[in-house]
C-alpha cells in the first residue's frame, strides 16, 4: 500500500478523536505485513492519565485481532506542522520491531518517513528480557 492511501485513512480516524481537554486531534493507521489496516485516533479521560494515544489505539487494534507483524504506522497529529510520536508511543511501536517504519504526515503530499530505530536508538525491547 502506499503511502498517500495509508496517510488518507490516519486523516479520516483522526475525525474519530475524542479531545474535550486538549482540543488536540490525531489519527494513525497501521498497516500489517499481511496487508490489513487498523485505524486509531487519542481518546481523552476527565482524569487525564488515562488518555490514549492514537498510535497505542491503532496498535491495540491489531494486536488484540492476531496481527502483530507491524509493517509500518502513519501518523497525523496537527495539519500545520509534523507531529511525531511521544516517547511512550514510540516504546510501544519498537515492541513489534525495530524496522517499523513510520510515516508523520501533515496530509498526504507532505510526510517524512522514518524507522522507529531512527526515532528510538539504542533502545530496550523484549530481547532484553531474555535471561542470561
Ligand atoms: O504521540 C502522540 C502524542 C499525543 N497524542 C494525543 C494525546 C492527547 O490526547 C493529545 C495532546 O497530548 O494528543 C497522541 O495521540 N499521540
Ligand atoms: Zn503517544
Redesign the pocket.
Known amino acids: 500500500m502506499e503511502a498517500e492511501k495509508l496517510i488518507e485513512m490516519a486523516i479520516e480516524a483522526r475525525e474519530k478523536?475524542y479531545?474535550p481537554?486538549?482540543g488536540?486531534?490525531?489519527g494513525?493507521a497501521v498497516l500489517t505485513k499481511e496487508g490489513k489496516v487498523f485505524t486509531g485516533?487519542?481518546?481523552?479521560s476527565a482524569s487525564y492519565s488515562p488518555?490514549?494515544?492514537?498510535?497505542?489505539?491503532a496498535i491495540a487494534k491489531a494486536v488484540s485481532e492476531g496481527y502483530r507483524d507491524i509493517d509500518t504506522i502513519a501518523?497525523v497529529?496537527s495539519l500545520e506542522k509534523l507531529?511525531?510520536?511521544?516517547g511512550?508511543?514510540r516504546q510501544m511501536i519498537r515492541e513489534f520491531g525495530e524496522d517499523i517504519k513510520i510515516i508523520v504526515a501533515k496530509n498526504a503530499e507532505e510526510y517524512k518517513e522514518y524507522t522507529i530505530r531512527e526515532l528510538l536508538p539504542e533502545s530496550f525491547g523484549p530481547e532484553d528480557l531474555e535471561n542470561e
Open positions: 478523536a479531545v481537554y486538549s488536540f486531534k490525531v494513525a485516533c487519542n481518546i481523552e488518555t490514549i494515544c492514537a498510535e497505542r489505539t501518523i497529529g507531529s511525531y510520536p511521544c511512550v508511543c
